[in-house]
């Protein structure tokens, strides 16, 4: 594991809720990655423009949010090239955001709460990392 | 709230009703049965279908689906019970199959939704139910569409609801709305304040358009001087012009403004509006506004005005009859007119002092209190005549009345007199002169006697020394009008009548004729007759003197033979007897002739009266007779007037022819004597007649005099002038009853009959109709002359037209009627309260409202039938008016002795005298039980709307909220994993899951925190307001939007004034108005872009000391007219959503005693603002 590995394993997290952000910072901390919250989708893209996104990273997303909702991040995200697994989460989902969701490619599509083993597990699907590490 | 209206009370009942019927309709369908076509395969959602379906078999709503073939697919166990079937029995058979009555009206709307696929949401069926068929029932069947994957629609789901229990308790609220609203007619008062700084009505209540036809939108100060036409200022404001009162009232020196206004509504009509305000101070104490109360008193008014104009007339009419009239009220005038000074000679200040004692003969004055006691306890009208004296002490006679009547609400006494003393008078010298008469007509030889002028020339009088000279009685004479012409000697009846026959030319007529006796033989009777006219020139009755001359027939007779025995006779005789030859010289005269002449024998003898130095026009008179004598051998006569030396004197001289044996006539025999006596008599008869009829034509009475025996009657001129007609017309008993009106006669003819055959008084009220046709009302009064028996033959008596008396009579009585009955009609009774003595006099209503009867009024009972919790309240304000002169309006209740409970509004005034001391205390007291009744469930609607109203927005709301929580929840389990996991880590770091422990807390606590909000705002709990800080409730409110603020993209600012806007408020339905508001203004920026949309709530507290709370937007705004069409029911600007919010909330602001309303920003969107009472001093006027 050198540091693309440890680049690799960075879980960018994009809500305007804070206490979401913070819970899933700790949990991917947890986790032994690396994980960086977002209080809007602009300062996420404002980030992957100056920084520049690790190759294998994930990205967990809320949907509705200020200005540019999660889903119209990862279009944006597409559109710029920008190739990162995307996590879907929602505090209400319906049919057609789900299907909103696995049309635009995300990975997951997760309705508020979750469970947090559901999360881990999908989150280490979407990192293509090891069942039992 | 005290001040509702019927109009409004009406309106806002009809809204609510309307509105929870809509409100149900429009609920959103459940959910639940528009998700079987949620596709089970996808994430999450398998064997949720299958749960839903185990519910909805077990649903207490009737739940079925149907396919396009109109067969039952699957239905609940509550709706297959309904229909008496089991669940099994329905699946795979139509509508049709199970239930044919039904199909007919279930069909066509399942056809309609497979065609169309739009659901039907209020279907309604009435139907009878399995156990009990025969019993209709209302269901409301919602029908929505099942639809495939693909969107086909493959079948119906339909949800049958029992409404029947909510369709009756429809039918029984609209059943007891109408009856509510017959109670409270009558009670009409509608609020409103008044802001003087921006001359606007800050509120004025949406009733007033009842009552002056302006919009309270459309009212103006201005608008309002303009309306009000005329006022009269009421308590302070009384006897002040409009702009001095308004001056006063502005600068704080009237506390309570009452005015009377006259108003000019939108149509022309007018109004009479009671306006009750007081003054709006702001901080420094100046008056900046009014909170007031207009109430309709148009009816009132009119009764006031009935009254006065009754009261004004009767003044009027009193003040210009020559009647003298007084109302004595507790033995002490109170009231005079003009007249009464012509009679009595004391001014009306000086008579006010009197008691009408002081003018009354000792006699009379007993006699006038006992007809006063009589009138007083039988209530009927006495009268009387009596004497007393005038100022000047002259004799008085009066004829006096006396009535029972009402005066100023209290019984008092109404006393008529007019001025008979002239009348009086009259008749006592007439009487005098008549008795004189008598003695001198009875003393003298002669009989005096008066007749009919014409037929058979009855006696209508003769003196009683008739009875010596013919042997016959007066009477004989008069009760027989052919007596006299029967006896007269049949040889000289014709003469006598034909000589009649000229008596009315000349005036006078004299004739001598035989006329049999008592004793048989006949005597010969000179007989001297006069016409008496009436004033028009016709005759009245003759007058005559019937002289025995049988005995200067004798005498005559034998001075021829017997010159000697003649001579002794004629000396002897106290008439002037003078004898004549041809050439006028006198050859003879007796000594009562010197005596009177002053000459001796000597100097008459051989001289004629032109040679005694008689006056011409007599000399040439008695020439003319002596020679008729000569000339036609018949006595003659003549009456002059001829002044001796004892003074002028009226003579009867008759000459008479001397005959000789050959029949010629040789000399005249003249026989003169004094007359004046007779002739004085007669005159002074004549002329007291003429004075009595002209007493008579000159009184306002009508005379009549009835002859029982022959039904006719005399009828005065005055009786005749009093019908309308001349003197034409036929005077009989019958034709007087014609004129009686048909609903008095029975009343007359039965007077007649009591005064005739018992002997009561006849004196009757009864109507004529005179000549063209109006019926007047006259007061009769009569009396019966009876013969020995006791029987009458003739009946006389006055007619008086006191129409006047009885139109004012009636129209008092009538405006008092008017009054109670329009009391009674609004259930409001009013009292007076002399304090001094506690004296109460109440109106019947009043009487009625607190339950007890006339006779127990007084304070105290009046006071124990006031509520024990209430009576120290009630007694305050009433004892505050009399120690400081307040008046008061207060509610209080009554707790009436059969144990009802009812609200009273009461409003005393305290009259106080020129020292400040209350002398007198009035008031009105209005039953407003149904009113306060109707008004609690007008809150109760309210309360039960505005609560379903939350539900529903609680609806509307849920995916927000559910968001909301979700966030929590989430940071919960994710918190709650981590805390597991550093458990589970070789090394515990204790620090770490301290903190993250927090955190859990933090998050738990938060979810807690929504959950109990949600929970307080559905919850359904009774009105409660206490006073509240409206900044923490903004910051409430903010919270509780938040999940729609932030889906929604939008900036909430607050700007929370410093100051602290306490108010007196439900909370959870102020917060209710306000997550309206914000989640309107939210939905109204919709279109705008997202870096604009702000909604700005702000609070402060307004000039007029109101909390101000407005709501925001930047939205597109509203259009024109729809500032005020978005607060109608069912109005709404958006797609969803069901237009119930503001209508809803307006009520509940209203409810507060506030207003809410909308305004357009100056440069875009809209701002809803509303305000409500500072402080807790709200409802200090409830």
């Known amino acids: 594991m050198g540091d693309k590995n440890e680049k690799a394993r960075t879980v960018f997290i994009v809500d305007d809720e804070p206490a979401i952000t913070d819970a899933l910072s700790s949990f991917a901390s947890m986790l032994d990655l690396t994980a960086k919250s977002f209080a809007s989708a602009a300062e996420f893209l404002q980030y992957s423009e100056s920084e520049g996104l690790p190759d294998s990273a994930c990205l967990i997303v809320d949907v509705r949010m200020p200005k540019i909702n999660g889903l119209e991040l990862i279009e944006r995200l597409t559109a710029l090239g920008i190739d990162i697994p995307a996590i879907v989460m929602t505090g209400h989902g319906d049919e057609s955001l789900r299907q909103r969701s696995a049309e635009l490619g995300a990975v997951a599509f997760l309705e508020k709460p979750f469970r947090p083993d559901e999360f881990k597990e999908i989150m280490r699907l979407a990192m293509g990392m090891e069942n039992d590490s | ?1182």
């Open chain 2, 1 to 1182: 709230m005290s001040n509702a209206t019927k109009a409004k009370l009406q309106e806002e009942v009809n809204r609510l009703r309307d509105r929870i019927a809509e409100l149900e309709r429009q609920l959103p369908p459940d959910p639940r049965f528009t998700r079987p076509v949620v596709d089970n395969t996808t994430h999450g959602l398998s064997g949720e279908y299958d749960r839903l379906r185990r519910n909805y078999r077990k649903e207490p709503v009737g739940l079925c689906c149907f396919d396009t073939e109109l067969r039952y697919l699957d239905i609940n166990e509550f709706l297959a019970t309904l229909n008496g079937l089991s669940v099994e029995e329905h699946l795979g058979r139509s509508v049709g199959e199970l239930f044919p009555e039904l199909a007919a009206e279930i069909e066509p709307q399942l056809r309609q939704v497979i065609e169309t696929g739009e659901p039907i949401r209020d279907g309604s069926v009435i139907a009878g139910t399995a156990d009990q068929p025969g019993e209709k029932r209302y269901f409301q069947h919602n029908y929505v569409a099942l639809r495939s994957d693909d969107g086909n629609v493959i079948g119906v789901s339909c949800a049958v609801t029992d409404i029947t229990d909510r369709k009756r308790a429809e039918e029984e609220l609209a059943r007891r709305e109408e009856l509510y609203r017959r109670v409270i007619d009558g009670a009409d008062s509608f609020a409103y304040q008044l802001d003087y700084i921006t001359d606007r009505y800050v509120f004025h209540d949406a009733g007033i358009e009842s009552l002056i036809g302006y919009k309270s939108e459309e009212m103006t100060h201005e608008r309002w001087t303009e309306v009000c036409v005329e006022l009269q200022g009421r308590g302070e404001c009384a006897e002040l012009s409009y702009d001095e009162a308004f001056r006063r009232y502005l600068a704080g020196e009237i506390d309570v403004w009452k005015a009377d206004c006259l108003c000019r509504t939108r149509d022309g009509s007018l109004q009479w509006i009671y306006d009750v305000a007081v003054p709006v101070f702001n901080d420094q104490g100046v008056v900046t506004g009014s909170l007031g109360i207009l109430h309709d008193l148009t009816e009132r008014k009119q009764a006031e005005e009935d009254l006065r104009r009754s009261e004004e007339k009767f003044r009027r009419l009193t003040e210009d009859i020559p009647v003298s009239l007084s109302i004595v009220q507790d033995g002490q005038r109170v009231f005079t007119n003009k007249s009464a000074k012509r009679v009595t000679g004391y001014s009306r200040d000086e008579l006010m002092q009197m008691t009408p004692g002081q003018l009354l003969d000792r006699e009379a004055h007993e006699r006038y209190s006992k007809m006063v006691q009589e009138c007083r306890e039988q209530g009927v009208t006495s009268r009387g005549e009596f004497r007393g004296k005038d100022k000047e002490g002259n004799e008085r006679w009066v004829d006096y009345s006396v009535t029972q009547i009402e005066y100023e609400q209290r019984p008092a006494l109404l006393g008529a007199s007019i001025d008979i003393t002239d009348r009086k008078q009259v008749e006592k010298e007439l009487r005098t002169t008549t008795d004189q008469l008598r003695i001198i007509l009875d003393a003298l030889p002669v009989i005096s006697y008066t007749c009919r002028p014409d037929g058979d020339f009855g006696a209508t009088f003769v003196g009683g020394n008739v009875l010596q000279l013919t042997g016959f009685s007066a009477d004989k004479f008069t009760a027989d009008p052919s007596f006299w012409a029967d006896r007269i000697h049949p040889d000289d009846a014709p003469g006598v009548f034909e000589g009649l026959a000229n008596l009315f030319e000349r005036g006078f007529h004299e004739h001598e004729y035989r006329w049999k006796i008592e004793d048989g033989t006949y005597l010969v009777f000179h007989d001297n007759l006069r016409v008496v006219k009436h004033a028009d020139g016709s005759p009245s009755h003759l007058v005559g003197a019937w002289q025995d001359v049988t005995e200067g027939k004798l005498v005559t007779d034998a001075l021829q033979r017997n010159e000697e025995q003649y001579r002794t006779l004629a000396e002897n005789s106290k008439d002037y007897i003078l004898r004549y030859d041809r050439e006028y010289r006198h050859t003879y005269a007796n000594s009562a002739a010197l005596q009177i002449s002053g000459k001796t024998a000597a100097e008459y003898i051989g001289k004629t009266h032109r040679e005694m130095g008689f006056p011409d026009h007599l000399c040439q008179l008695w020439e003319n007779a002596i020679d008729r004598v000569f000339a036609t051998n018949q006595p003659q006569g003549e009456i002059f007037d001829w002044t001796s030396s004892e003074g002028t004197a009226t003579y009867d001289w008759r000459v008479f022819p001397e005959l000789n044996g050959a029949g010629e006539v040789v000399s005249v025999l003249g026989v003169s004597r004094d007359i004046s006596e007779l002739k004085r008599v007669a005159d002074e008869l004549r002329e007291s007649e003429e004075r009595l009829n002209l007493a008579v034509r000159g009184t306002s009475d009508g005379l009549w005099d009835w002859s029982i025996e022959t039904g006719k009657e005399y009828w005065s001129p005055r009786f005749k002038e009093l019908l309308g007609y001349g003197e034409g017309i036929e005077t009989t008993c019958d034709q007087c009853l014609a004129f009686v009106h048909p609903e008095d006669k029975a009343d007359v003819l039965e007077a007649v009959r009591l005064h005739l055959e018992e002997n009561l008084p006849y004196d009757c009220e009864y109507r004529l109709r005179t000549r063209c046709g109006e019926y007047r009302w006259f007061q009769a009064r009569g009396e019966a002359m009876r013969d020995e028996d006791g029987k009458p033959y003739r009946m006389a008596g006055s007619i008086r037209d006191i129409t006047e008396r009885k139109v004012i009579e009636e129209s008092l009585l009538e405006s008092q009627r008017f009054l109670s009955k329009a009391e009674a009609m609004a259930q409001v009774g009013h009292w007076r309260l002399v304090p001094e003595n506690g004296e109460i006099i109440g109106s019947d209503s009043l009487f009625d409202i607190f339950g007890i009867s006339r006779e127990e009024a007084s304070l105290d009972s009046f006071l124990n039938a006031v509520h024990p919790e209430d009576r120290e309240y009630d007694l305050y304000h009433i004892q505050r008016g009399i120690d400081y002169g307040e008046d008061w309006n207060i509610e209080h209740r009554l707790l009436l002795k059969d144990g009802t409970i009812s609200v009273v509004q009461a409003i005393g005034e305290a009259v106080v005298d020129e020292t400040g001391k209350t002398v007198l205390l009035v008031g009105t007291v209005q039953d407003i039980t149904a009113r306060k009744q109707l008004e609690e469930k007008v809150r109760q609607h309210q309360e039960q709307l505005a609560h379903v109203a939350r539900l529903s927005t609680m609806g509307e709301m849920a995916t927000g909220i559910a968001h909301e929580l979700n966030q929590p929840l989430t940071a919960i389990a994710t918190y709650s994993h981590i805390v597991k996991h550093m458990l589970n880590a070789p090394t515990t770091d204790r620090q770490g899951i301290q903190k993250t422990l927090d955190k859990l807390e933090g998050q738990t606590l938060r979810a807690g925190d929504i959950v109990w909000r949600l929970r307080n705002f559905v919850q359904k709990s009774p009105s409660n307001r206490v006073p509240t800080d409206l900044n923490a409730l903004v910051k409430d409110v903010a919270r509780f939007v938040d999940s729609d603020i932030r889906q929604a993209d939008v900036s909430l600012q607050l700007s929370l004034g410093d100051a602290c806007p306490i108010a007196n408020v439900d909370a959870i339905q102020i917060q209710q108005v306000l997550v309206n508001l914000v989640r309107n203004a939210i939905d109204a920026m919709d279109e705008m872009p997202n870096d604009r949309r702000t909604v700005t709530v702000t609070t402060q507290i307004s000039e007029d000391n109101l909390v101000d709370v407005s709501v925001c937007d930047v939205g597109k705004g509203l259009r024109e007219g729809e500032f005020e069409l978005v607060f109608d029911a069912f109005y709404s600007t958006k797609r969803q959503g069901m237009g119930m919010g503001l209508a809803i909330s307006r009520s509940i602001i209203e409810e507060h005693g506030g207003r809410l309303w909308a305004e357009s920003n100056r440069t875009t969107g809209t701002t809803f603002r509303f305000t409500i009472p500072h402080g807790d001093s709200h409802g200090g006027q409830e």
